[in-house]
């Protein structure tokens, strides 16, 4: 089968495997589709701390599986061969201070499979632990489930947002996240949302999705102050505009990642003075399986986030694409013969 490889910082090959086993608990798994974002060109630039190369990178996957090793269906699971599934890539020491009080992604030994040291999805087959392999429904398209990874996040990123019925949402960023963030915040009672981005383009995908007020800067909104602000961006300039228009009482947080070594100017007098809120949200935790029932009762506008699919030859192409900020959500789909556009 074959295989992108990370080898080293910048370095990509595409290479023959063989296909692997499945161990104890583990499922042996066909890639239908893995999107890329952000934490991949990280990860590629030698960014992301702790990643261990050689790596097979791809984090965001729905799967078909192939073969179940043993041990996998004799506790609550009954997966069968063809199942429909998505996979959470995290995983975790499970035994630190922080995994055994329940803060399991905040562990200092987290490894996303496809991000530090385990194998990820950019390869026709991988074998994932059955505890990380979520159902499908047969009807659900398996392709576009594979926004259900960074939907897991978006929910994670709204179960830390203190916030009440009727708030008034602002978010910075239209990309993949952002968007998320904006489609969840009515169903979490938002009275209204505002969504900030200096792309045009990004906007469009944003009215597709249902985001009622779309601005290129919070200046030309007719509101100056919001109870919730989210920055998607993790670009410092967006940031310090953000935390200038938060309501007093209201809440700010840091979603988007930014670059670790960097600072952002704020107002510590208006925290104070404000009664403000502050806070971060780190991947994954305790919201996967929501996140498969909030994408299966249609919680997004998946037709409307993707834009094209790529082939293990054009993996290269397809990050070249996306940090070019070109298209929307991009996907490699690993066992497809053509790359294509989706609209
Ligand atoms: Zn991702
Ligand atoms: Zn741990």
Redesign the pocket.
């Known amino acids: 089968m074959r295989a992108i490889v990370f080898n080293s910082v910048g370095q990509i090959a595409l290479e023959e495997r063989p296909v692997p086993e499945p161990g104890y608990k583990e499922i042996l798994i066909e890639t239908a589709a893995v999107g890329i974002c952000g934490t991949d060109t990280t990860v590629l630039d030698g960014e992301f701390e702790g990643t261990v190369f050689p790596l097979v990178p791809g984090h965001e996957a729905t799967v078909k599986i192939v073969a179940l090793g043993e041990g996998v269906n004799d506790g609550v699971f009954d997966f069968k061969v063809g199942d429909h599934v998505a996979v959470n890539p995290s995983t ?5 201070e ?2 055994l009080n329940g803060k ?1 992604n905040l ?3 987290w490894n996303g499979l496809g991000v530090v040291a385990s194998d990820g999805a950019c390869q026709q087959f991988f074998t994932a632990p059955s505890r990380n392999v979520y159902k499908l429904q047969p009807e659900t398209d398996l392709n576009e489930a594979a926004l259900i990874e960074p939907l897991a996040c978006s929910i994670r990123g709204w179960d830390l947002l203190p916030r009440e019925l009727g708030s008034h949402v602002l978010v910075y960023g239209a990309g993949t996240m952002g968007l998320m963030m904006a489609q969840l915040a009515p169903r979490m009672g938002a009275a209204s949302v505002t969504i900030i981005d200096i792309n045009e383009d990004r906007l469009k995908v944003a009215e597709e999705c249902g985001v009622e007020h779309r601005f290129t800067s919070a200046d030309d909104a007719a509101r100056e102050e919001w109870d919730v602000v989210i920055d998607a961006t993790g670009a410092i300039p967006a940031i310090e505009d953000a935390v200038t228009r938060i309501k007093p009482g209201g809440a700010f947080q840091a979603f988007g990642v930014a670059p670790a070594e960097e600072t952002a100017k704020f107002s510590p007098f208006r925290l104070y003075r404000g009664e403000l809120n502050f806070v971060g949200s780190m991947a994954v935790h305790n919201s996967f399986g929501r996140a498969v029932e909030m994408f299966e009762v249609g919680a997004l506008n998946a037709k409307a986030m993707l834009s094209h699919s790529f082939t293990l030859d054009d993996y290269s192409q397809a990050l070249d694409m996306f940090r070019a900020g070109t298209g929307r959500k991009l996907q490699i789909r690993p066992n497809d013969t053509e790359s294509r556009e989706l609209q």
Do not use: R, S, Y
Request: net charge negative.
């Open positions: 975790t020491c499970g035994e630190c922080l995994c399991q562990c200092a030994d």
